[in-house]
């Protein structure tokens, strides 16, 4: 069985920061990306960043030059750094993990952490 563990998240002014962390464990061997969504009231799931086990990166045109996403492959974790937050970046953020990620319940996901950014 996979989990993902996820922390960090909470409420920030506009232009502050926030960092969430997403621990793996069990089944890990096919997590060749992970990556970060997220859901704002109303609104669709969308794909915020992903990471390869390698390495390459993929951000949202929304969050570029913004977030910074990170792996550390030893511990298999992935981070997202948030920086520059404004309001309509409040949503929950959900990690996801997979061999490639769909979106989709092929993916394992974690609980998700509530992120508000007050104006």
């Known amino acids: 069985q996979v989990q993902l563990l996820e922390s960090g998240g909470g409420l920030v002014q506009a232009g502050g920061s926030l960092r969430l962390s997403c621990a793996a464990s069990?089944?890990?061997?096919?997590?060749?990306?992970m990556g970060w969504y997220r859901q704002a009231p109303g609104k669709q799931r969308e794909l915020v960043a992903r990471i390869t086990r390698d390495g390459r990166i993929n951000y949202a045109d929304s969050v570029k030059g913004r977030f910074t996403i990170s792996r550390d492959n030893a511990k298999n974790t992935v981070y997202l750094q948030m920086n520059s937050l404004k309001p309509e970046d409040t949503a929950v953020y959900y990690c996801?993990?997979?061999?490639?990620?769909?979106?989709?319940?092929?993916?394992?996901w974690g609980q998700g952490a509530q992120v508000t950014v007050s104006s």
């Open positions: 069990g089944n890990i061997f096919r997590f060749n990306t």
């Open positions: 996801a993990a997979g061999l490639v990620l769909t979106g989709t319940a092929n993916d394992s």
